[in-house]
């Protein structure tokens, strides 16, 4: 027989992995900071990750306590947005390879990374608001989709406030449009409907697991 691997055992592993992860993202963001050609729009752009470490630090226990999965999406997302900060996303150079392979007219990295805030952000909204508030997975998921559609339009909202009243000079690389004059809607409806998709996924693997568990 195979070793067992007891559960706090398991349980270090996996509180270590999470360190590890915690430690490569404040590592990369500090890279990203040295290596940005462009250091007032690396600022604005990360405010939204100042402000989500400073969450984190007041929800830590909570955070901490949700799925490897949930935690690695969340990670994911935020190395995302760093990556995209260094470069002002119009000019990241995923976003150029994807505009030569795909044919596109703009750098859709933005696009990606905002498709992505829904899908990589939603399952752990949905486990931290079902930790917090001890409610339903339909609740919860609910709520989740909320917050991500609320979260999508402030973001846009802010980005107006800043590249176009605060600082105008440097407005036209933070808000990105690259022409797109539905860009700000476009980006919104990618979180949603990423948010949704999320959604549906978690909703039929749990009725799977439901039918397997009653076979």
Known sequence: MGAQIHPNQMSTKISLLKKGLIILFFVYWGFTFIQTKDTVNWLVENLPVFLFVLFFLWQRKTILSISMLSFV????????????????????????????????????????????????????????????????????????????????????????????????????????????????????????????LVLIICQITRQLKSSVSVN
């Open 73 to 196: 999406c969340i990670v994911l997302f935020v190395l995302m947005h760093i990556s995209g900060s260094q470069y002002a996303y119009t000019h990241h150079p995923i976003g150029i390879w994807m505009k030569e392979v795909f044919h596109l007219q703009r750098n859709g990295f933005d696009r990606f990374v905002h498709f992505n805030f829904g899908f990589l952000i939603t399952l752990p909204l949905t486990e931290f608001t079902k930790r917090k508030l001890q409610i339903s997975n339909q609740l919860s998921g609910l709520m989740a989709f909320l917050f991500i559609s609320t979260l999508a339009a402030t973001f846009e909202l802010i980005e107006w406030i800043i590249g176009g009243v605060l600082f105008p000079e440097t407005g036209a690389d933070y808000v990105g449009t690259q022409g797109d004059i539905w860009d700000p809607q476009k980006d919104i409806a990618l979180a949603m409907l990423a948010s949704l």
